[in-house]
């Protein structure tokens, strides 16, 4: 799964491959890109999806998401705190108001919805606010799968 990493000299969009020997360059200004952190969180749009969830090795488990929602707020820290620890899933969120497509695409009708992809299918959903004990007992059987 290739991620789109923004320039941050130039502005330019550029394709960086886990597991590439040395500093990603900037395809335009041949800048170094910045490197991804553990538990870091990524954000989804339309364009980039269907490539994150396909291509990936590993599971990934996508935040469906809206700004104006007080639980999806709560659950924001749980996930970051949940990636932080865990290195055997990736996490993504999607704003459901900036991508409606993908929310009416995936029948997101409450957020926050998680949904776990593995192998680029949908493996589990669960909607709500939940700890971050609750989020990991709910996920284990698809995560600790190798």
């Keep these: 799964m ?5 320039c941050p000299a130039c502005g330019a969009r550029n394709r960086v491959r886990p597991g590439m020997q040395g500093t990603p360059l900037c395809g335009r200004c041949k800048k170094p890109l910045p490197a991804p952190r553990k538990g870091e969180i990524r954000v989804l749009g339309a364009d980039s999806f269907e490539s994150a969830i396909r291509l990936s090795p590993q599971p ?5 998401w809206a700004s104006w929602c007080q639980p999806c707020r709560l ?8 990636a ?17 497509g993908l929310a009416s695409q995936f029948q997101i009708f409450g957020v926050p919805t998680l949904v776990l992809f593995v192998k680029g299918r949908e493996a589990h959903r669960l ?4 700890s971050e004990a609750q ?3 709910e996920f ?3 995560l600790l799968k190798k």
């Design 2 to 6: 290739a991620d789109i990493v923004t």
């Design 60 to 64: 990934v488990l996508v935040d469906f």
């Design 75 to 82: 659950m924001s820290a749980v996930l970051e705190k949940f």
């Design 84 to 100: 932080a620890v865990r290195d055997d899933v990736i996490l993504a969120k999607v704003d459901i108001d900036a991508e409606p």
């Design 127 to 130: 909607s709500g606010a939940v």
């Design 135 to 137: 989020l990991a007992q």
């Design 140 to 142: 284990a059987p698809w």
